[in-house]
């Protein structure tokens, strides 16, 4: 059969607009014969995202981005996305930008919430975020760090102008002075060590010798601590205790005037009857040495006994023996 130019004609045109659509929808990353969910995001700066974007949910790819317009009048954007039925997730999730890479350019992904809100359907509108890039955190990370530096710059200034006006002519005299005092103190010191080396070098054979005694006596202390720890120290110490428990115990009868130590301590008449007994027995013993003849009378072929005469100086001279004697 024979076509005529005219079919042939239409035929081309029908097979032109049919490439055409599928061209579109290819472009567009939608398919013209898949049942596919809208969604609607609305931002207020998109970032350079652009139709046909993929969209994603965990990096796996399920819609595009079909169209960007303004919203109203306070120059926000409605974003228009196709997701495919083949995931569903609750209308709390996220629509949320982010940069594709360090050069820019931006990526539209679905953060699911799996929760007890409703599915999300077609035509829903959901939340919006837009999550900072490589290069916001870096300006975030380095704006701190920008400040302090400059305000580190700042102090370093200030710092320098008041060392130049404390540094002046004379000041700056007297630091080359002490660092030269300084050097010569080094000299000073390098000097003094050489001199130490040398002495030790020359007594090191003393010095050895003595280290040597040292560890001797060091031996010696270990050996009389060995001594004393199997002498049983702790019983003689407790032995010890005992006495001086006992010798507190004497002492306290004493204090209250128990026994003859106690009478003594606490009766005032004892103590000085025996005081002037005491006295009394001087006396005598006195008068004994310096007049015999009173108490010895030895008379040889029957001589009379001499009269004593008492002499001037008689230490006992005036005191009456039958007179009681005062206590003191």
Not at 142 to 148: A, E, R
Not at 190 to 201: G, H
Not at 277 to 284: G, I, K, Q, T, V
């Amino acid at each position: 059969m024979k076509l005529s130019r005219e079919i042939k004609t239409g035929i081309i045109v029908v097979a032109g607009i049919a490439a055409f659509l599928f061209g579109l929808s290819y472009l567009k990353s939608s398919p013209l014969f898949e049942n596919n969910k809208t969604f609607y995001a609305i931002y207020s700066d998109v970032g350079g995202l652009k139709p046909g974007t993929q969209v994603s949910i965990n990096g796996f790819n399920v819609g595009n981005v079909t169209d960007i317009r303004f919203k109203d009048g306070t120059g926000k954007l409605l974003v228009t996305l196709t997701v495919t039925n083949d995931f569903e997730f609750s209308k709390s999730s996220i629509a949320e930008l982010f940069d594709t890479g360090i050069i820019g350019g931006k990526g539209l992904q679905i953060v699911p919430v799996f929760d007890d809100a409703p599915k999300a359907q077609s035509g829903d509108t959901l939340q919006s975020k837009i999550k900072p890039g490589l290069t916001e955190l870096v300006q975030q990370k380095l704006t701190p760090l920008q400040m302090k530096v400059e305000g580190a710059v700042s102090h370093a200034d200030s710092l320098l102008m008041n060392v130049n006006q404390i540094l002046d002519d004379p000041t700056k005299k007297q630091l080359q002075e002490t660092i030269v005092s300084m050097n010569q103190l080094v000299k000073s010191f390098k000097t003094s060590a050489d001199n130490l080396n040398v002495l030790l070098e020359n007594n090191k054979t003393q010095l050895d010798s003595s280290l040597k005694n040292v560890n001797h006596i060091t031996s010696n202390f270990s050996k009389l601590s060995d001594s004393l720890v199997s002498a049983d120290l702790g019983r003689t110490l407790a032995e010890f205790q005992g006495t001086v428990s006992k010798l507190n115990g004497i002492l306290a009868k004493i204090e209250q005037g128990e026994g003859s130590l106690g009478k003594l301590h606490k009766d005032d008449a004892l103590y000085n009857n025996l005081a002037e007994a005491s006295r009394e027995l001087d006396l005598l013993l006195q008068d004994f040495r310096l007049n015999p003849k009173r108490y010895v009378n030895v008379s040889v072929f029957g001589k009379k006994q001499k009269e004593y005469t008492l002499p001037e100086d008689d230490p006992a001279e005036g005191e009456n023996p039958n007179e009681p004697k005062e206590n003191n």
